[in-house]
């Protein structure tokens, strides 16, 4: 969801957290480091895992998936996960419960 990422650094430079030109930095960071990432698509078993995850913990549905993203890259890698990042609760409790080691502060559901 590399949108997300961008739509997060634009929404600080919005608020006037962040300047515009960190915000072109950081936009410029994250975009460089794509080819390094491992793809998770969005196949009928990761939603699948998504509708698990809602049942089952108090999570939205963009959490849930991306949860089950992390878990299905886990699956495929066939080694744990050295961490998962986030940094909602709801979310960060959600992992633990499905056995990732997590890291990440409560900033708001």
Same mark, same amino acid.
């Given at each position: 969801?590399?949108?997300? #990422? #961008?739509?997060?650094?634009?929404?600080?430079?919005?608020?006037?957290?962040?300047?515009?030109?960190?915000?072109?930095?950081?936009?410029?960071?994250?975009?460089?480091?794509?080819?390094?990432?491992?793809?998770?698509?969005?196949?009928? =078993?990761?939603?699948?895992?998504?509708?698990?995850?809602?049942?089952?913990?108090?999570?939205?549905?963009?959490?849930?998936?991306?949860?089950?993203?992390?878990?299905?890259?886990?699956?495929?890698?066939?080694?744990?996960?050295?961490?998962?990042?986030?940094?909602?609760?709801?979310?960060?409790?959600?992992?633990?419960?499905?056995?990732?080691?997590?890291?990440? =502060?409560?900033?708001?559901?």
């Amino acid at each position: 969801m590399q949108f997300e #990422v #961008v739509s997060a650094l634009a929404r600080l430079a919005h608020e006037r957290a962040r300047s515009v030109a960190q915000r072109d930095r950081a936009v410029a960071a994250f975009v460089a480091d794509i080819d390094a990432w491992h793809v998770v698509e969005i196949t009928v =078993g990761v939603t699948a895992t998504a509708r698990r995850l809602l049942l089952q913990h108090s999570l939205r549905s963009g959490a849930a998936l991306q949860l089950a993203c992390a878990l299905r890259l886990q699956d495929g890698m066939r080694a744990p996960l050295r961490a998962f990042i986030a940094h909602n609760q709801r979310l960060l409790t959600a992992a633990l419960a499905e056995q990732l080691s997590t890291i990440g =502060g409560d900033l708001g559901p």
